[in-house]
C-alpha cells in the first residue's frame, strides 16, 4: 500500500477548464509538497506546505494543506497545455522522501 | 550548468549483464538520492546518502543492486544480473539537508532509462 494515495489516476481536460487533483494518507505529516515531472524529465518542484490549513498560490495554481494535516489538494484554474504533466505529492519521512503514484494531467487545446 | 547530471541516459542490455550508472549531484548538497521509475508511476525510493554514509535501503532492492558514494560527491548505482523486470528509468536527486527530519527540496537529473531486453 502507498503511503500517499493520489486521485485520479489521470485527468485529460479541455484548455480553459478548472482541475483539482488529491493527495490523502492516513498519517499525519509536518510538511507536504507538489512535484510536476514532463516527459523525459526529473520531477520538478512546485510547492512545501508545512502549516495544516494552510493555503498557496502559485498563478494559476492554489494548493491545500488539511487541517489535520493529513491530506493535500492541488487545483487549477483555467488549464493550459503548458500545465500537461505528472503532479506528484510527496513526503519527507526523516530526509526519505517518498512519492505518490502521481496524477498524469493531460491538457488539450 | 551546474544541475544535476546522470550518466549514461540510455542503456540496453541483455538479461544476465552488469549496468552501472552515475550521478553527480549539484556540489554543495550533502544528501544523494536513487529512484526508480516505471511510465506512468511516481518514482520509486531506492537508497539516499548523507554524504558517503548510505542512510537507508529500500527494502524491495534486491542484493543485486548496490550503491555506493564514496567520497560524497558522486554516486553509482550497480545492477548485477540484469532482469527483464529492471527495466525503467534510474532518477538521481540530490537536496541539501541540514537534519535527518529536515525538509528540503529535491534536484532531479534527467534519469538514466535501462533496457534489459
Known amino acids: 500500500t502507498q503511503l500517499l494515495e493520489q486521485s485520479p489516476q489521470f485527468l485529460s481536460i479541455q484548455e480553459g477548464e478548472n482541475l483539482t487533483v488529491y493527495c490523502n494518507s492516513s498519517?499525519?505529516?509536518?510538511?507536504l509538497q507538489w512535484y510536476r515531472q514532463e516527459p523525459g524529465e526529473g520531477p520538478v518542484l512546485l510547492v512545501t506546505v508545512v502549516t495544516g490549513g494552510e493555503v498557496k498560490k502559485l498563478k494559476r495554481l492554489t494548493f491545500q494543506f488539511g487541517d489535520a494535516r493529513k491530506d493535500s489538494s492541488l487545483h487549477i484554474t483555467a488549464a493550459q497545455p503548458g500545465d500537461t504533466g505528472l503532479y506528484l505529492c510527496v513526503c519527507d519521512s526523516w530526509g526519505k522522501f517518498q512519492f505518490g503514484a502521481g496524477t498524469q494531467v493531460v491538457v488539450t487545446p | 550548468d551546474t544541475g544535476v547530471s546522470q550518466d549514461p541516459r540510455h542503456k540496453i542490455t541483455k538479461r544476465g549483464q552488469n549496468v552501472t550508472f552515475r550521478c553527480d549531484p549539484i556540489?554543495?548538497?550533502?544528501?544523494l538520492y536513487w529512484y526508480r521509475q516505471t511510465l506512468g508511476q511516481g518514482p520509486e525510493f531506492l537508497t539516499y546518502f548523507q554524504n558517503e554514509a548510505q542512510l537507508e535501503k529500500s527494502r524491495l532492492l534486491s542484493d543485486r543492486f548496490s550503491a555506493e558514494r564514496p567520497k560524497g560527491s558522486f554516486s553509482t548505482l550497480e545492477i548485477q544480473r540484469t532482469e527483464q523486470g529492471d527495466s525503467a528509468m534510474y532518477l538521481c536527486?540530490?537536496?541539501?539537508?541540514?537534519?535527518?527530519?529536515?525538509?528540503?527540496?529535491?534536484?532531479f537529473g534527467e534519469g538514466s532509462r535501462l533496457t534489459v531486453l
Open positions: 556540489s554543495e548538497h550533502n544528501r
Open positions: 498519517s499525519v505529516f509536518s510538511s
Open positions: 536527486a540530490s537536496s541539501l539537508a541540514g537534519s535527518r527530519a529536515g525538509t528540503g527540496e529535491l534536484f
